[in-house]
């Protein structure tokens, strides 16, 4: 009997203080270690106790297993030494696999263990593999394994089930685990599999979407040339071709090869030149997402008293840069200084001590001073000042009380509050009594481009607990987060759009769907064809938490489940400090045109409009509800229409990159000269968009500062971030878009809205087109 205990089936939140409270219930403890993965530090679900006595040990032993801990079941038993393993197959940056093998499971007469494994394809069942021998007990549901598919592919699926139930067919072992604890949580594997059932698609979709690109490693496959043989054989032309690229890229991706020589049936050529052994098809596998790691600078642990450290500077005397360096490092990092003691990055030292490489160099082979590796965020946390959230006033304070009232009765509650009426400011009193508590708030947005606006009054109150989550980020950014809210250690609030449903949340306990009737938080393609207030209802009954849906215009089917007492109501109709209501006025182009009061696409009525707003040093939005130049170029004379190949839809005309462009699959082609069906270059642009109305403004009214935000404009993060900070700081006079600039931006000094060709959308074939035109003016 050894001293040294195995701990299974720890719970994550379970600290070493907490285990060791617990053990010595049964004797003396020596230590306590809880294992943690070593790239992201998450807890891995186990450890273990070493008691003073191997009779304390037994007795733990006996009190202890199968005894519940935090709500989990340990397991306790004698650890015992482990045997040495073979290396996994395929971890740690991938490699090559040749051919097209992988063997099947051989019936040995032991006891086997099977895995079902959801993989981002779209098939109709789990597929289900045999566990190897060394992976027993390590493998759970929700961890990565890489799997084989096919003849030669490999992909990284999420272990669903771990069970001995025989499949009906041979299997294949699963060729790695990728994880060492699992990053998929059971409520999540219960979203995927509700989303799947209600929307009608796979679970393989479901996985697709919910895991970002870095999480999911997958094979490509490559070609690369083979040695010559001593009697090469007789290629033909487009043999030649295709080698002839493949010697000059090697390593080339087939889908690659197949763009270069498109004009030929490439895949069979491959093929055939495989067969012919003159190339070779492999599988590369890449690992997608890594830490980042940022080299810092620390003093040798063997210098510890300020009589070593200044004879160290003594002895540089001669050394004048190395000395600097050391005295703007002890300055940074104070060493001797237990308390102040910080970190210092090694770009910071050389950014502080200008063309010092050198001499850092220097001081480090002395071993004055020793470099080292930290792992860093690849997003940036600033430091800020903090404030209280700002006092309600009565009527939201009066809303406030009836939401958390309703909460003890409803799950989910409508607030039903006109613009302006200072929503915001409630859902962040919410979250404050949720964090409170030790819960976790989900706060929902239709459209990206408000992110920016929201986080900084959100991180003003919460500062860096607040976390960000949608698809402008790059992939190894989402990574990083998806593991943040997984080790729940970072984020009290996360803000997101559609995709941030599927975040493995352990303590949620509030979500704020903000303009829940926004059409955006539908996705149409590709499945899953999910809506996302939908599924966070859902992800809400899961978690057992509580949902406000906050809009000043409710969708009909909420409306309807508030009439229909499945939901609470809470009504705000009126504006933060009593600001009037906007004066309506509709203008009649018709009757306008008769008059010849009309200027391109503006009446004269809104250009007298916008530039006495200008004069008075207020603002202008002018929302248009279609982007580009015009919807489309017309033959004048045969009244062709250029349409997409793909889609049978018309090509709409972007003046400010000269293409025509699709808006469904972004087929693109240059603008013709002439027409491409009789010859004529009588071409006229029909119809206006977001790019038009800039343009016909800059020329009507010329001393305007106009700024545009849609698809195009704001194709990054920070292009939107740009255009609508330069806006509230009124470094803007006009700003023209499309739905983006309707959707919960909040702008201060706005003293006018214009909305163009208004009929348009009443017009638009869609039942929901009465509804939606209501909801966006």
Avoid at 225 to 236: H, I, N, R, V
Avoid at 504 to 526: C, G, M, S, V
Wanted: aromatic share 8%; with cysteine; proline share 5%.
């Amino acid at each position: 009997m050894e001293k040294k205990i195995y701990v299974g089936n720890l719970p994550f939140q379970a600290k070493e203080e907490d285990v060791r409270e617990l053990f010595s219930k049964s004797g003396e403890v020596e230590s306590v270690k809880i294992i943690t993965d070593i790239n992201t530090g998450a807890p891995r679900g186990f450890g273990f106790v070493e008691m003073a006595t191997k009779e304390d040990a037994q007795k733990a032993i006996q009190a202890l297993n199968g005894s519940m801990f935090m709500d989990r079941k340990l397991t306790v038993n004698e650890a015992k030494p482990r045997p040495p393993r073979e290396k996994r197959s395929a971890t740690g940056g991938g490699g090559n696999r040749r051919g097209g093998g992988f063997g099947r499971k051989k019936d040995t007469g032991k006891s086997v263990f099977y895995v079902d494994v959801v993989i981002p394809l779209p098939l109709p069942k789990l597929l289900s593999y045999s566990l190897a021998e060394e992976y027993r007990g390590e493998a759970a549901p929700g961890m990565r394994a890489l799997v084989p598919v096919g003849k030669s592919k490999i992909y990284t699926g999420i272990i669903f089930s771990v069970h001995q139930n025989t499949p009906e067919f041979e299997t294949r072992d699963i060729l790695s685990l990728l994880d060492e604890y699992p990053v998929v949580t059971e409520n999540q594997m219960k979203l995927w599999e509700w989303i799947a059932w209600y929307y009608l698609c796979t679970m393989g979709d479901v996985m697709k979407s919910a895991l970002p690109a870095g999480l999911k490693m997958e094979s490509e496959s490559v070609v690369v040339a083979l040695p010559p043989a001593e009697e090469p054989p007789e290629l033909t032309e487009k043999e030649t071709l295709v080698y002839d690229i493949v010697c000059a890229n090697p390593g080339i991706k087939v889908d690659k090869l197949r763009q270069i020589a498109r004009e030929i049936n490439a895949l069979q050529v491959i093929k055939t030149l495989a067969e012919k052994r003159v190339i070779a098809v492999e599988e590369n596998l890449q690992e997608k997402y890594s830490p980042k790691y940022e080299k810092y600078i620390g003093l040798n642990p063997d210098i510890d008293s300020p009589e070593q450290l200044n004879l160290i500077f003594q002895n540089l005397t001669r050394a004048p840069k190395q000395s600097d360096v050391l005295l703007v490092f002890c300055s940074l990092a104070r060493p001797l200084e237990k308390k102040e003691h910080k970190n210092v990055s090694r770009s910071l030292l050389l950014k502080k001590v200008p063309e010092a490489s050198a001499a850092l160099k220097s001081l480090i082979e002395k071993e004055i001073l020793v470099e080292y590796e930290v792992e860093v965020d690849r997003i940036q946390k600033g430091e800020m000042e903090l404030r209280d959230a700002w006092p309600l006033n009565e009527i939201q304070e009066k809303a406030f009380g009836e939401i958390r009232s309703q909460f003890h009765k409803k799950d989910v509650v409508l607030l039903h509050g006109v613009t302006s009426s200072g929503k915001t400011e409630i859902y962040i009193h919410l979250m404050n009594e949720v964090i409170k508590t030790g819960g976790t708030v989900l706060y929902l947005l239709p459209e990206i481009a408000l992110t920016s606006q929201i986080i900084n009054r959100l991180r003003a109150v919460f500062g860096n607990r607040v976390g960000i989550y949608h698809s402008r980020f790059s992939d190894a950014e989402r990574v990083e987060t998806y593991l943040k809210v997984l080790k729940d250690e970072d984020y009290d609030v996360v803000l997101g759009v559609r995709s941030s449903v599927f975040l493995p949340f352990r303590r949620l306990r509030l979500i704020i769907a903000d303009e829940e009737h926004e059409n955006t938080y539908k996705q149409y393609d590709p499945a899953p064809r999910y809506h996302c207030r939908d599924t966070a209802l859902m992800l809400a009954r899961i978690h057992q938490a509580k949902v406000l849906l906050g809009t000043a215009t409710p969708s009909l089917e909420t409306y309807y489940n508030v009439m229909q007492n499945r939901f609470g109501l809470v009504e705000l109709f009126t504006r933060y400090k009593e600001i009037q209501m906007p004066v309506v006025e509709i203008v009649n182009m018709k009757t306008e045109g008769e008059r010849k009061r009309v200027h391109g696409h503006f009446s004269q009525i809104l250009l007298d409009a916008i530039s006495e707003t200008i004069q008075n040093r207020e603002q202008v939005i002018l929302f248009q509800n279609r982007r580009g130049f015009s919807p489309f170029i017309e033959c004048h004379i045969c009244s062709h229409v250029p349409e997409c190949v793909n889609c049978d839809v018309r090509l709409t005309y972007h003046k400010q990159h000269r293409k025509l462009m699709c808006h469904y699959c972004g087929y693109e082609i240059p603008v013709p000269s002439s027409c491409p069906n009789c010859g004529s270059t009588e071409l006229e642009t029909k119809g206006f968009g977001t790019e038009k109305i800039e343009d016909d403004l800059k020329i009507l009214l010329p001393d305007i500062r106009i700024a545009r935000l849609d698809l195009d404009a704001a194709r990054t993060r920070k292009a939107a971030e740009s255009i609508i900070y330069d806006f509230a700081a009124g470094k803007t006079d006009v700003l023209t878009g499309t739905q983006m600039i309707s959707k919960g931006l909040d702008f201060s000094n706005v003293g006018l809205v214009g909305i163009m060709n208004a009929d348009n959308m009443l017009g638009f074939p869609d039942f929901r087109a009465s509804e939606r035109s209501f909801q966006l003016m």
